[in-house]
Nanobody, 115 residues
């Protein structure tokens, strides 16, 4: 069983920054990818940023240039630095891990950006 624990969410003013962290624990044999998704009220969950095992990253167009995803393999931790936050970034952010054919999710952390 794999557990993902997110932290770092909160309330911030527009233009501010937050750093999300996600620590993975449990029976992890090989991590193919880790990433962050978000879901705003009334909207579908969407990919925000992902990082592959080899380090390749991808971002949603809406966050390119503002968010940076990184990973510490030794700590099985993925981070996302979020700068220049906008009100439309308000959502619950979920950590995601892909290992083999399995996919795991964290419980989510709320990010609220006030304008």
């Amino acid at each position: 069983q794999v557990q993902l624990v997110e932290s770092g969410g909160g309330l911030v003013q527009a233009g501010g920054s937050l750093r999300l962290s996600c620590v993975a624990s449990g029976s992890i044999f090989s991590i193919r990818a880790m990433g962050w998704y978000r879901q705003a009220p009334g909207k579908q969950r969407e990919l925000v940023a992902g990082i592959m095992s080899g380090g390749r990253t991808n971002y949603a167009d809406s966050v390119k240039g503002r968010f940076t995803i990184s990973r510490d393999n030794a700590k099985s931790t993925v981070y996302m630095q979020m700068n220049s936050l906008k009100s439309e970034d308000t959502a619950v952010y979920y950590c995601n891990l892909v290992s083999g054919r399995y996919e795991y999710w964290g419980q989510g952390t709320q990010v609220t950006v006030s304008s």
